[in-house]
Structures are given as structure tokens and as C-alpha cells.
């Protein structure tokens, strides 16, 4: 079974544009989670998708947003891009709860 | 209250040494403890998890012990290699949404 697949992998912007991450889960999953990694802040979650709902937010503002599609492949955008939005942009998925497997990671900076 | 304390910060151990990571909840709903174990450049990977009506879990050379009325937990790396060198994170959650530890980072010296 392939695992959960992350696109772009490296993702360079500049301040106030804004930019999609896209990820597609395991085979037969339908839950994904996007989680922010950082430095400073640690590993954070963002919010959770499930049979194309949002089920679960994280505290983040409403710059960041997703969405999930029939196929449970899933997006996280994120408007108006800050310095502080640099990081590495993490998915994961479930068949439902419990077990959930990460993705290689969108690295995104901000300049 | 959603906070997972996680030490220590960084370990080094000899090969063949059993490092141990400890992590601490509040969260007294939280019923599942998964720990990930992450290189450079990847996402992490689970290597082991547990729910609060087990006081010990083992699979290959990994072991969780839980200590649910001290809402404690920890990861033992038995016989470990210079291959395991990695960042640890423990993490709980009620649901799917992880909380994470700050994360261990672990030499094995060989």
C-alpha cells in the first residue's frame, strides 16, 4: 500500500501571497490531519478532515483553512502568508481514530 | 490542561543501552498514547502506541510502560543502535487530534 503522499515538497513564497498544500492519504483512509511543525512551537495541530467535514480545529487563525475532497484527498491553504508561517507542514491519515501515519512534509518559507 | 510534558530534552546513549523517554498528561480524557519517531528531512513514524487500559505494551525492541493514575507515560528503546538516533515524540489524544510533546533527541553512540 503506498503511504500518504505530500505535494509540493519545498514551497518558497513571499509575505502576504498565500499558497495550497495538497495531500493524499492511504488507501481506504478517510481521515486526514494537517499539523504544523516548527522549531520553536513544536509539532501543532491544524485541523482534521473526515468524509469531506471538518471534524477537529486546532488554534489557529482563519488564515488557514482546508478542505476534503469525495476521493478524501485533502487541501490546507493559507492566505496571506506571515514570516512566522515558515515551517513544515505535516498530513496524516486514519481509517477513522487511532493510528495516524504522517506524510514526508510540505516545507514552506516565507521570505 | 491540553499539555503533554516530555523529557528529557536530549539523550545520549551507548550502544546496546536502553534509553528511556518520559512524558507526563493532564488531560484525563485523552485515551490514546502513541510515540513517533522522526529523522531529518522526514515526517514521523509510529512506532508504538497504547490506551489507558494497558499498563505495558511491547513490539520488537520498543516498550511502553503507562502509569494511568500518575497520567504518566514512557518509551523504553531496548539493546539500541546507532540507528535509532532520531527525535522521539510522545503524543496523546481523545480523537484524532494529536498532542504532542516537545520531543526527544536520541544519539546512540556506537
Known sequence: ????????????????????????????????????????????????????????????????????????????NVSTLELGDSALYLCASSLGTGEQFFGPGTRLTVL | ?????????????QKGGIPI??????????????????????????????????SEKKEGRFTISFNKSAKQFSLHIMDSQPGDS????CAASKGNKLVFGAGTILRVKS
Not at chain 1, 9 to 27: D, H
Not at chain 1, 43 to 71: A, V
Open chain 1, 1 to 76: 500500500k503506498a503511504g500518504v503522499t505530500q505535494t509540493p515538497r519545498y514551497l518558497i513564497k513571499t509575505r502576504g501571497q498565500q499558497v495550497t498544500l495538497s495531500c493524499s492519504p492511504i488507501s481506504g483512509h478517510r481521515s486526514v490531519s494537517w499539523y504544523q511543525q516548527t522549531p520553536g512551537q513544536g509539532l501543532q495541530f491544524l485541523f482534521e478532515y473526515f468524509s469531506e467535514t471538518q471534524r477537529n480545529k486546532g488554534n489557529f487563525p482563519g488564515r488557514f483553512s482546508g478542505r476534503q475532497f469525495s476521493n478524501s484527498r485533502s487541501e490546507m
Open chain 2, 1 to 13: 490542561q491540553q499539555q503533554v510534558k516530555q523529557s528529557p530534552q536530549s539523550l545520549i546513549v
Open chain 2, 86 to 89: 532520531a527525535t522521539y515524540f
Open chain 2, 21 to 54: 523517554i518520559n512524558c507526563a498528561y493532564e488531560n484525563t480524557a485523552f485515551d490514546y498514547f502513541p510515540w513517533y519517531q522522526q529523522f531529518p528531512g522526514k515526517g514521523p513514524a509510529l512506532l508504538i502506541a497504547i490506551r489507558p487500559d494497558v
